[in-house]
């Protein structure tokens, strides 16, 4: 790679490492802190967060549509995003006095707030790693640039907001002021593509749902993966503290899984360029369903076999993070690019929020109970067999597709954007 492509590279991902902190008080941190510090109850908490969920999940295809046919309101969206997103966090976890009912309204507000601002940022963004990158190997880099900056900020946040929260007021309000600093210089920094979007694909008429069928089906594909990802993730807390009986290795345990993925992301890159991201990508998910296989045989005290299997499978996330984006872009070029990542974005989130309504009401209904020592089989069983069918499942239809989907493999020479000419990444300039 050259210098000018490392730069790209780097300047381009870096905005991945503020929007990943900013996302984790809004997926994570906002509806326990308002719970146990702000004595919110939890039917309220969860009605303003599912409320904002909604919300969040439904505007990412109508955003991205809305983009495709204004291109040029993309700069300015994303400055919109980069100041609203600061000023949703300080509203959000610096509420003022209210009654109950006003405080989960400003609840369900905030997270709107931050969600409208983040998808403003993000949906631009991952389109611009197709036009940067191209529909090849270039989009590989970007996407696991972009991956892997998300992940050390998801690092630095899980280690930093709860501290912030538990101390004074004046650091919470410095380190919004650093986040900010950083989130705007990241924008800046952006590298500029010579390759604007045609005016007859911003003119021409595009519908809610995507048009073409093999579109739908990677979608399916990619839904149902995040499936298989997003069970272990809402699982994981009762494994480790009812199972293993863990609870104090649970932030070191994710540390390490995350540590591990941004290891494995420059591995997955080079793979997929190599060998191509279709054949790469099955391979990741089978490899993903060996490594679970011994998880419901492990019981109290083992916390080392799991430490083992959380760097296996963290390196393997890689593949889930780099791969697809990129196959994504590249199966349909530039027509209705922004929506068509604003369905990929609703798919995952879609994913987080039947992973909870699925696998919640499933334990309780097998017996589980966090805490009682009842139903420990059924928990392990949930949190590493159903991960593993969806992952099955979703390996097949990669198979059973892999015809349709062979345009947007990075081995495959003849995998080129159907409607331009990507920009390289040499061709990136400041």
């Known amino acids: 790679m050259s210098a000018p492509a490392g730069r790209a590279w780097l300047r381009y991902g870096l905005l991945g490492l503020p929007l990943a902190m900013a996302a984790l008080p809004l997926y994570v941190t906002a509806p326990r802190h308002y719970h146990d510090q702000l004595g919110l109850g939890l039917g309220l908490t969860g009605a303003a967060v599912l409320a904002a969920r909604l919300f969040d999940t439904l505007q990412d295809p109508l955003l991205g549509r809305w983009l495709d046919r204004h291109p040029p309101l993309e700069t300015p969206a994303r400055w919109m995003g980069g100041l609203l997103l600061p000023l949703g966090l300080l509203a959000l976890l610096q509420p003022p006095l209210l009654s109950t009912w006003a405080l989960a309204g400003w609840l369900m507000l905030s997270l709107a707030v931050i969600a409208l601002a983040h998808s403003?940022?993000?949906?631009?963004?991952?389109?611009?790693?197709?036009?940067?990158?191209?529909?090849?190997?270039?989009?590989?880099?970007?996407?696991?640039?972009?991956?892997?900056?998300?992940?050390?900020?998801?690092?630095?946040?899980?280690?930093?907001?709860?501290?912030l929260l538990a101390g004074a007021t004046a650091w919470l309000l410095l380190a919004l002021a650093v986040l900010t600093l950083l989130l705007l210089i990241s924008i800046v920094l952006l590298p500029r593509h010579a390759l604007a979007v045609p005016a007859m694909l911003a003119d021409k008429q595009h519908g809610v749902w995507p048009a073409e069928f093999n579109i739908r089906k990677f979608l399916a594909v990619y839904l149902v993966n995040a499936m298989s990802a997003a069970l272990p993730a809402t699982l994981a807390p009762f494994f480790i503290a009812d199972v293993l009986q863990a609870e104090r290795w649970l932030g070191p345990l994710l540390a390490l899984y995350f540590?591990?993925?941004?290891?494995?992301?420059?591995?997955?890159?080079?793979?997929?360029?190599?060998?191509?991201?279709?054949?790469?990508?099955?391979?990741?998910?089978?490899?993903?369903?060996?490594?679970?296989?011994?998880v419901p045989w492990l019981g109290a005290g083992d916390v080392i076999p799991f430490a083992a299997i959380c760097v296996l499978t963290g390196l393997?996330?890689?593949?889930?993070?780099?791969?697809?984006?990129?196959?994504?872009?590249?199966?349909?070029?530039?027509?209705?690019?922004?929506?068509?990542?604003?369905w990929w974005s609703l798919c995952g989130k879609l994913a987080l929020a039947l992973a909870v309504g699925v696998s919640l009401?499933?334990?309780?209904?097998?017996?589980?109970?966090?805490?009682?020592?009842?139903?420990?089989?059924?928990?392990?069983?949930?949190?590493a067999a159903l991960p593993c069918v969806f992952k099955l499942l979703a390996f097949g239809l990669l198979q059973r597709y892999r015809a349709e989907f062979a345009v947007a493999d990075a081995a495959n020479e003849s995998a080129t954007c159907p409607v331009t000419k990507p920009v390289s990444l040499q061709e990136c300039r400041s």
Not at 128 to 140: K, Y
Not at 318 to 333: H, K, N, Q, R, T
Request: proline share 6%; charged share 10%.
């Open 361 to 383: 009401p499933l334990l309780q209904l097998l017996g589980f109970s966090s805490g009682s020592g009842q139903g420990l089989l059924a928990l392990a069983v949930c949190y």
């Open 120 to 163: 403003l940022i993000t949906l631009p963004y991952l389109a611009l790693g197709l036009r940067l990158g191209g529909p090849q190997e270039g989009s590989n880099r970007l996407n696991g640039s972009r991956e892997g900056f998300g992940l050390v900020g998801v690092l630095l946040a899980s280690a930093l907001l709860p501290a």
């Open 259 to 294: 540590f591990a993925a941004v290891l494995g992301l420059p591995v997955w890159v080079w793979l997929a360029g190599r060998f191509g991201r279709l054949i790469c990508w099955r391979a990741a998910m089978l490899a993903s369903v060996l490594a679970f296989l011994p």
């Open 316 to 342: 393997l996330l890689g593949a889930d993070l780099v791969i697809p984006p990129a196959m994504l872009g590249a199966l349909g070029g530039e027509e209705a690019l922004t929506q068509r990542y604003g």
